[in-house]
């Protein structure tokens, strides 16, 4: 009889494509594990019923028949803790949120790692028995697949979306912090929405943009005569949101006077309106949200410190646009398909040169600036494309795209301390002092300034696309020396593994 305690741990692999469940099946084979299939939701649900219970779960979210999610809530019904990965090539933030909330362990992205894959499987196997309750709210069926309006599928957006599925079962105090323009209200709204006081109100309220004297009275009501022009009672944002969300935002821009109050409903539940006696009970779960370094605002005792770990209990950070550029051309898709619903915009789709200056431009002002320059350029452009020319000026500067290449017939200037050295060998074509690749060769200390240099030279001779031939030769040489290894040559050149590997297939590079 053989030994229970080696037996190898049992994955089913639930997946309607022969492909993946064959391949997926490889992998983790590979590592031991005993592997069984199932073609269908129907089929995976019926195993899991049939007993034992597989150690873990990969479930396919879109499939014939009953869909992932439909599997997962049956197989959660028929075992509370059966740890499940679901597995999407949609990697959208309903996907996300609903994959969380239903009590998944984590999912993963088609096409798959191999090593994330494995390392999936290791940390599933090795967490604690117990998951969190399955939230019970059921949201309305919508196929639009970005209807929670935070649009990316970039490793950091994946975890900002993983979060907000967890959060949404409790009623914990969230801090979202990030920079201005970066969507920290949609996160905010999205977990009011599948919350459990999605029925209830939802009420935003801005600190920064209400003056000192008004904000008490804003937040917390007053009574008739209380103050100058207070000619009868009214009800604040608190009184209102009675069983719902409250969103604060630029919390750190509140006066101190108003976050000790902030602090009494935190801890007590319970407000007083300006002028008023009558103390009031309210049950608002509050969501806070600030582009300011708090922890530096308590040392500088600007900011409460018990007010600051009251709200600070979960934080979800929403990286800026800069940190996440594979989103660009996803926010970009969404915001022309908006406008085009309402009738803003014609413009449904942008060249790829247009598309290369915006995922090469920083955004300071983050989705907000990204949102206003799509709008601007569709309205202006001539036809249903976004060309090169429709993109603000600024934009195009920032990014290195203001102006034309070089021509053969008529070159730009030549750097001094180039033209010095052509001056000094002799006139005309043939002056050219040498190739970069002869300069890389003999100046090991070349900069990229020098580089530059030579380059433009080259090139006002013999015009040639010259990010690409910049692109190719820096990819070619990080991939040297790194030994051709994707992840860290991704890392060395700041882009996801997956964008480096599609740059590699679109230069046609081998490794």
């Known amino acids: 009889m053989p030994d229970l305690a080696t037996k190898p741990p049992t994955l089913l692999v639930i997946d309607d494509d022969a492909e993946v469940r064959y391949s997926l099946g490889r992998v983790l084979s590979s590592k031991k594990y005993q592997v069984v299939e199932a073609a269908s939701g129907e089929l995976g649900v019926a195993a899991v019923k049939k007993g034992p219970h597989p150690d873990l779960i990969f479930l396919d979210i879109r499939m014939s028949g009953m869909s992932g999610i439909e599997a997962l809530q049956h197989i959660r019904s028929v075992n509370p803790k059966q740890l499940v990965v679901l597995m999407t090539a949609f990697g959208t933030a309903q996907t996300a949120i609903e994959a969380m909330k239903y009590g998944a362990f984590d999912y993963i992205m088609k096409p798959f790692d191999p090593a994330k894959v494995l390392t999936i499987a290791e940390n599933a196997l090795k967490a604690h028995a117990d998951m969190r309750a399955v939230v019970d709210y059921k949201p309305t069926i919508n196929s639009d697949d970005y209807k929670e309006g935070i649009v990316g599928s970039s490793p950091v957006m994946q975890d900002v979306f993983k979060v907000i599925g967890q959060v949404t079962a409790s009623d914990v105090t969230v801090m979202i912090t990030g920079e201005s323009g970066t969507g920290k209200e949609l996160v905010a709204r999205s977990i009011w929405k599948h919350s459990h006081r999605a029925s209830k109100p939802f009420i935003a309220v801005n600190c920064a943009a209400i003056p000192d004297n008004l904000i008490e009275s804003e937040l917390f009501g007053h009574e008739k005569g209380s103050f100058t022009g207070a000619t009868g009672q009214r009800l604040g944002k608190f009184e209102l949101c009675d069983g719902g969300t409250i969103f604060l935002d630029e919390i750190g821009d509140m006066a101190l006077a108003t976050q000790t109050k902030i602090l009494r409903v935190l801890q007590q539940g319970e407000i007083q309106r300006v002028g ?236």
């Open 276 to 511: 008023g006696t009558e103390t009031i009970k309210v049950d608002v779960r509050i969501l806070a949200a600030t582009n300011k370094d708090l922890e530096e605002m308590v040392k500088a005792k600007t900011f409460r410190e018990d007010l600051y770990y009251r709200l600070n209990v979960v934080r979800i950070r929403m990286p800026a646009l800069r940190e996440r550029v594979d989103d660009v051309p996803q926010i970009v898709d969404f915001c022309l398909q908006n406008l085009v619903k309402q009738k803003k915009a014609r413009t449904s789709k942008v060249s790829p040169e247009a598309m290369s200056v915006l995922t090469r431009y920083r955004w300071p002002g983050n989705v907000r600036e990204l949102e206003n320059v799509i709008y601007r350029s569709a309205v202006i452009a001539q036809g249903d494309t976004i060309l090169l020319k429709d993109l603000p000026v600024e934009v195009r500067e920032a990014a290195g795209a203001g102006t034309p290449l070089p021509s053969a017939a008529a070159a730009a200037p030549v750097p001094s301390d180039v033209a010095r050295t052509a001056t000094a060998e002799s006139t005309g074509p043939a002056s050219i002092p040498g190739s970069l690749e002869a300069a890389i060769t003999t100046e090991p200390a070349l900069t990229v300034e020098r580089a530059l240099d030579f380059l433009h030279v080259e090139l006002s001779q013999r015009p040639e696309p010259i990010m690409e031939r910049l692109e190719r030769e820096m990819i070619v040489r990080v991939l040297t020396a790194t030994e051709g290894n994707l992840l860290k040559a991704s890392e060395k050149l700041g882009m996801t593994r997956a964008t480096l590997r599609k740059r590699v297939d679109e230069l046609g590079l081998k490794i």
